[in-house]
C-alpha cells in the first residue's frame, strides 16, 4: 500500500513550473490562497468544534451509571453479584459489532452532517428510557441497545476530521475532539452530583432516574442543533464556496501525493473493507489500543476510586473533576507539540509511563493526598492515548474507503478492553484495589511495547522509501510515515 501511494506521488510530479504554472494560480496565487486556507480552516473548525460536545454527552450518556450507582442505582434494580459490571460491559457488544458497517456506510452516503446526529437523537431516546427500567433485564436491554446506536459517533468523526485536516494538523484537532471524553469526566461528574443530589423524590422518582431523563433530552436538543452545523466531506459540503472546495481538495493531495477522492479506490467501496482486514498493521495497533484500553478502564469507575479517600458521594463527584480539567488541559498542550515535532511514538510512549507511576502509587499507599495525586497521574495517560489515535489515522492515509474501515476496526477492536475491563475493579478488591492497579501496569506496559516494535517497522518502511526515491533521482522528499 505504501509504494503504491509513492509510485502514484512520484508520477504527479513534474520539473519546476514557471510563474505562468503556478499550482496555486487557481486561488488567486501563493499569498491569496494563504488567507484562503485560513479562513477555510477557521470556518471548519468553528463547525467541527460542535463535535466536542457531542463526544462529551456521548461519554456522560455511555458512563452514567457509575455515578447512578452512587445513589440507588444497584438497589432500585436489585442488582447482585457481577450484575452491574455486566450492565457496563453489555453496552460495548452493539458498540463492537456495528463500527465498521457504520464508518462504510458514512463514507458511502457521505452525509455526517445527517447521519451522526440521527444516530445520537435515537441514542439520547435510549438513554430516557434507561431511567424507566425497574430491573435488572430492563436495564441490560437499554443498555445493549444503547451501544449499537453510539457506535456511529467516535470512528464516524475520527473519519470525518481525517477527510479535511492534513496529518500535521490532525493531532490537534484530533484532541480537541477527545478533550471531549475527557471533559465529560469532570462536567458528567459535576452534573450528576447536582442531579443526584437535588433531584430525589421529585414528581416521585429517584434521582438517579432523573440523571438519565435529563442527559437523555440534552443530547436530543443537541443532536437537533448539529443537524445544521457539521460539515459534510469535501466533496459534498454545500455551503463551501467553488473556491474553498477546491482548495479543501488540494490540501488533502498535496498532504500525501495523491487525492483522497476516487484516486486510489480500486475495486469500489468494499474493496476498503478488504485492505484493511489483511493489513497485519491494523490489527498491531487494535492489540495495541486494546492493551492501553484495560489500563484506562479506571475510567469508569472513578467515583468508586474517588470514593476510597473516605469522603460523602457528593464531595466525591466533585473530586472527580480536577483530574480530568487538568488531563484536557495537558492533552491539548502534548497533542499540538506532537503536531509541531512531527512525532508521535515518544509522546505516547512518556504519557503511558507517567500513567504507570500513578498506577505504583494508588498500590503503595491507602494516603489521602498520595492516592489523589495518583489520579491525575492516571489521566493524564488519555493524553498519550489521543496521541495514538493520531498516529493511526496517520498511519493508513490512502484510500480513504481503507482508512474508514481501518479507523473502525482498531476503535471497535479496542472495545473488547472496556469489556474486560468492566471486571477488572470488582468491589471485594476494595478499598486498595491492588490487584486491578497491578493488571493496569501490565497491560500498559504491553502497550508500550506493542508501539515501539511499531514504531521500527514504520521506519523501516521510511528507509525503503528512501532508498527507491535515491535510485530515482528523485530530489523533494515524498510521503514518510511519523514516528
Known sequence: MSSSIHEKALEQRSPPLSDADDPN???????????????????????????????????????????????GFEADLKLKGQEFATLLSILYVGY??????????????????IYLPACMIVWGAISCLTGVAHNFVGALLTRFF???????????????LSKWYKRNELGLRTAILYCGNIISNAFGALMASGI????????????????????????IAIAVAAIFILPDFPSTTKWLTPEER???????????????????????????LYLAMTDWKVWWLAFALTAQVVALSFNAFFPTLS??????????????????????????VWSRHSDKMGERFYHIVSSFGVGILGFIIAISTMNTAARYI???????????????????SNSFPRPPSKRAVALALMNAFSQLGNVAGSYVWPSSWGPTYRNSYGICIATSG??????????????????????????????????????
Open 25 to 71: 494560480a487557481e486561488f488567486g496565487g501563493t499569498e491569496k490562497r494563504r488567507a484562503l486556507e485560513k479562513k477555510l480552516l477557521w470556518k471548519i473548525d468553528l463547525r467541527m468544534s460542535i463535535l466536542i460536545f457531542i463526544y462529551i454527552l456521548n461519554y456522560i450518556d455511555r458512563n452514567n451509571a457509575g455515578a447512578a450507582r452512587l445513589r
Open 96 to 113: 463492537i459489532i456495528m463500527q465498521i458497517p457504520s464508518n462504510m456506510f458514512l463514507n458511502w452516503i457521505g452525509k455526517p452532517s
Open 146 to 160: 444503547l451501544g449499537f446506536v453510539e457506535a456511529a459517533f467516535f470512528p464516524g468523526a475520527l473519519f470525518l
Open 196 to 219: 443526584l443530589s437535588g433531584m430525589q423524590g421529585k414528581l416521585g422518582h429517584a434521582a438517579w432516574r432523573w440523571l438519565f431523563f435529563i442527559e437523555g433530552a440534552l443530547t
Open 246 to 272: 477546491a482548495l479543501a481538495l488540494r490540501r488533502m493531495e498535496e498532504d500525501v501525493g495523491v487525492g483522497d477522492q476516487d484516486e486510489t479506490e480500486k475495486g469500489g467501496q468494499s474493496s476498503g
Open 307 to 332: 470514593a476510597t479517600m473516605g469522603f460523602n458521594p457528593t464531595v466525591t463527584l466533585l473530586l472527580c473533576a480536577p483530574p480530568f480539567v487538568f488531563t484536557a488541559l495537558f492533552t491539548f
Open 374 to 392: 495518583s489520579l491525575f497521574l492516571m489521566a493524564q495517560s488519555y493524553a498519550g492515548f489521543v496521541v495514538l489515535y493520531t498516529w493511526m
Open 446 to 483: 504491553c502497550a508500550i511495547v506493542m508501539c515501539w516494535i511499531f514504531r521500527m517497522h514504520l521506519a523501516s518502511l521510511n528507509r525503503k522509501l528512501d532508498k527507491e526515491e535515491e535510485e530515482k533521482g528523485v530530489k523533494e522528499k515524498g510521503f514518510r510515515y511519523m514516528l
